[in-house]
């Protein structure tokens, strides 16, 4: 199973597999910006067999002038998939607490680094209890995997890419954060408020419910056209550290838009630089 999959799984799917003799590796990635760490939430209950990877130390780099939620070391990043027992071509699934933002960094960090069959359960956790389905206490210890991480199977733009994409005329950079903190009014985590000149606003909840549950893929088209994501066009996302935005990217591949490049840093590592500019109001004005 090398190849690329849906990026989606539903419960009753996933079910079915992990019954299989050699079933799916599951990985819990829940998390929060803010609260308590997302391991205490794995400890209290989890899907039966799935090893906890923490998002912020095993499948980023540390914070700094590269953003919040900068690119993992791959070394690093192989050493924790490693111990999360991801095996070379094994089908990996990812789950969170349900909003989908922190398993779609993980999908998308997979599948930067090379390893193709990986899908997100859509609707998370909450899913998966809301089905009735059992849940575990006991954190296994798997044997060590053996992937073996290559970075640059998806497309990543740094702050110079993302502005030049943002400037095009046949290219799109979606900013995909709450409208207030696109047109400059509010700015909770970063110092500066604003978005990058040029970037067009779509904010997440237009493609994706509050249960972490995706649009069908016809509205998800519609919804990015309107907002100028059309064939020949270039696309691009970015939020305030790159977690958000890479729900917008799986977005975009069910959307038939596997090209969608992913600025990692986003508006943190925008806002490190004081010389690079600034935009506020509701249009992408340069």
């Known amino acids: 199973m090398s190849g690329i999959q849906e990026p989606l799984v539903e419960v009753d799917t996933l079910v079915a597999e992990l019954d299989q003799v050699d079933p799916p590796t599951l990985l819990d990635v829940r998390w929060r910006l803010i609260g308590p760490p997302g391991r205490d939430d ?3 209950g989890h899907l039966p067999g799935a090893v906890f990877v923490d998002l912020d130390t095993a499948l980023c780099g540390a914070p700094g002038l590269g953003g919040r939620h900068p690119l993992p070391d791959p070394a690093a990043l192989q050493a924790a998939l490693r ?3 991801v095996r070379a071509g094994h089908p990996v699934v990812v789950y969170d607490g349900g909003d989908g933002m922190a398993a779609a960094r993980a ?5 930067w680094a ?4 990986v899908r997100l359960l859509h609707g998370g956790y909450p899913a998966w209890v ?3 389905r059992p849940v575990s206490t006991d954190a296994p210890t798997p044997p060590p995997g053996d ?7 998806l497309p990543v733009l740094d702050a110079g890419q993302a502005a030049a994409l943002a400037a095009a005329d046949d290219a799109v950079l979606l900013d995909v954060r709450a409208a207030p903190r696109y047109r400059g009014e509010v700015e909770p985590i970063d110092p500066v408020a604003g978005h990058v000149p040029g970037a067009a606003n779509l904010p997440a909840g237009e493609y994706v ?3 972490g549950r995706f649009l069908a893929a016809e509205m998800l088209s519609e919804r990015f056209a309107a907002v100028g994501v059309t064939e020949g066009r270039a696309v691009g996302a970015y939020c305030g550290s790159g977690v958000t935005a890479a729900q917008a990217v799986l977005a975009l591949h069910l959307a038939g838009r596997p090209d969608a490049a992913l600025y990692v840093g986003s508006w943190s590592n925008w806002v490190a630089d004081p010389a690079r500019p600034v935009a506020s109001g509701p249009t992408p004005g340069r």
């Open 130 to 132: 809301a089905a009735g």
């Open 42 to 44: 794995y400890l209290t």
């Open 114 to 117: 090379g390893h193709r069959p």
């Open 107 to 111: 999908w998308w960090t997979l599948r």
């Open 83 to 85: 111990a999360a027992g």
């Open 147 to 153: 992937v073996v991480v290559r970075p640059g199977d």
């Open 209 to 211: 419910g509050p249960d």
